[in-house]
């Protein structure tokens, strides 16, 4: 049984450029989500993705934007980059219910110059 | 609205016991967690409780709950250097809109093992 793989693990962008992250689920999990984690914070939701397309959102921007692939793969993309968008964003798969918890990635650590 | 409230450090000789602590205001939570994370790490799920129980045991581990203060614990028993970490309290809230669901995470505690 395979985790979840997230990939770039380090990305350094630019203000004002795009960047896409991309996430593989957890063997049999059908749903994804997204997390923000801010250094010395805990994760803050971003949305979720259930069937491909987005079941509940965060208070995130419209420049927050996310895809799920049929095989529940998932990338979150981020356009128009600030300083604070700055820090290490966690996707979590899971059943459809997610009650005996979420399977995470190690993240994608982001830092906006 | 959801919040969840965590002392922020923990420090501990080894083989003695811990306990972190949480506070969730959500009444309506069906599912809480805890997580771990160690530097440079994602969040491990070490343990889960339905709001229906008042504890939950396995291994080393112990989770208590107190609905009517809104109150968490997980106690960790013989505590190992290897436990030093930051652990995470999440509680799951009820449904959103297009029906998922998401979890409300503390702002973690920082767990010290000292020898």
């Known amino acids: 049984e395979t985790g979840v793989t997230q990939s770039p693990t380090h990305l350094i962008k630019t203000r004002g450029q795009q960047v896409t992250l991309r996430c593989s689920s957890q063997?049999?999990?059908?749903?994804v989500s997204w997390y923000q984690q801010a250094l010395g914070q805990g994760p803050q939701f971003i949305f979720q993705y259930y069937r491909e397309e987005e079941n509940g959102r965060g208070n995130f921007p419209p420049r927050f934007s996310g895809l799920q692939f049929p095989n529940y793969s998932s990338e979150l993309n981020v356009n128009a980059l600030e300083l604070d968008d700055s820090a290490l964003y966690l996707c979590?798969?899971?059943?459809?219910?997610?009650?005996?918890?979420?399977?995470f990635g190690s993240g994608t650590r982001l830092t906006v110059v | 609205g959801e919040d969840v409230e965590q002392s922020l450090f923990l420090s501990v000789r080894e083989g003695d016991s811990s306990v972190i602590n949480c506070t969730y205001t959500d009444s309506s939570s069906t599912y809480l967690y805890w997580y771990k994370q160690e530097p440079g790490a994602g969040l491990q799920l070490l343990t889960y409780i339905f709001s229906n129980m008042d504890m939950k045991q396995d291994q080393r581990l112990t989770v208590l709950l107190n609905k009517k203060d809104k109150h968490l614990s997980l106690r960790i028993a013989d505590t190992q250097t290897g436990d030093s970490a930051i652990y995470f309290c999440a509680e799951k809230g009820p449904g959103l809109t297009g029906g998922g669901n998401k979890l409300t995470f503390g702002t973690g505690t920082q767990l010290k093992v000292e020898l």
């Open positions: 979590a798969s899971s059943f459809r219910t997610g009650w005996d918890g979420y399977t």
């Open positions: 063997s049999g999990h059908n749903t």
